[in-house]
């Protein structure tokens, strides 16, 4: 597609459930990145991809959080055992590469609420 | 730690009227700055960004923005504001040369009243 596609784009899950959230990025885009936007926290980093590996992770708030990606293109972000304070926007992105050459391009993001 | 400050957490302005955005960093070195716009139920997206070169910078929808390394500034104006404008804009920055992680500020929420 055109830009970078999440689903679903809305998600009600019970506290105690898993979640899993999914990222398309844009074609050929290298690099992958999950942000969690939350009304106290603002947004924040949560990983970054590239390929199919992550060299970044530290931004995953606990070990119930996890993402994995493959064929260096769609990637998951799985929420296990889900806690009312995980409620927030996961919004996803891509870049042809890192930063200072390539511009981030944003979806629209994962509206998760935990009741 | 780099860290973003956005002073101003909701600003109203009449259509028409000019518009300044304030951002303040916190980095030792050169940064890579950023301005996104939110609109409501949507995605982050570009309007501008710095790495180098001449510190005022043009952006989409008739956005500018100014870097001043002497106040650790990056504000974004327009100078003439639409309805369409009405948003939630945020001021980032590449965190600790890592080239790939966006530092964020808390945003600040624009209302344009006709």
């Known amino acids: 597609g055109a830009g970078v596609s999440q689903s679903p784009s809305n998600k009600v899950t019970e506290k105690g459930k898993d979640v899993e959230l999914r990222c398309d990025p844009i074609s050929g885009h290298t690099a992958l990145y999950w942000y969690r936007q939350s009304l106290g926290q603002g947004l924040e980093f949560l990983i970054y991809f590239q390929g199919n590996s992550a060299p970044d992770k530290s931004g995953l708030p606990s070990d119930r959080f996890s993402a994995e990606r493959t064929g260096g293109s769609v990637s998951t972000l799985t929420i296990q055992r889900t806690q009312q304070e995980d409620s927030a926007v996961y919004l996803c992105a891509s870049s042809g590469g890192q930063i200072s050459g390539n511009t981030i391009y944003f979806g629209e993001g994962s509206w998760l609420t935990v009741v | 730690a780099q860290s973003v400050t956005q002073p101003d957490i909701h600003i109203t302005v009449s259509e028409g009227a000019s518009l300044e955005l304030r951002c303040n960093y916190s980095?030792?070195?050169?940064?890579?700055l950023f301005w996104y716009v939110q609109s409501p139920g949507q995605g982050l997206q570009l309007l501008l960004k710095y790495f180098s070169g001449d510190t005022l910078v043009q952006g989409i929808k008739g956005f500018e923005a100014e870097f001043k390394r002497s106040q650790s500034s990056f504000n974004l104006r327009k100078p003439s504001v639409h309805w369409s404008d009405a948003a939630e804009y945020f001021c980032a920055v590449v965190s600790g040369g890592s080239n790939y992680k966006l530092t964020f500020g808390k945003g600040t929420l624009l209302t344009v009243n006709p």
């Open positions: 980095y030792g070195a050169t940064p890579y």
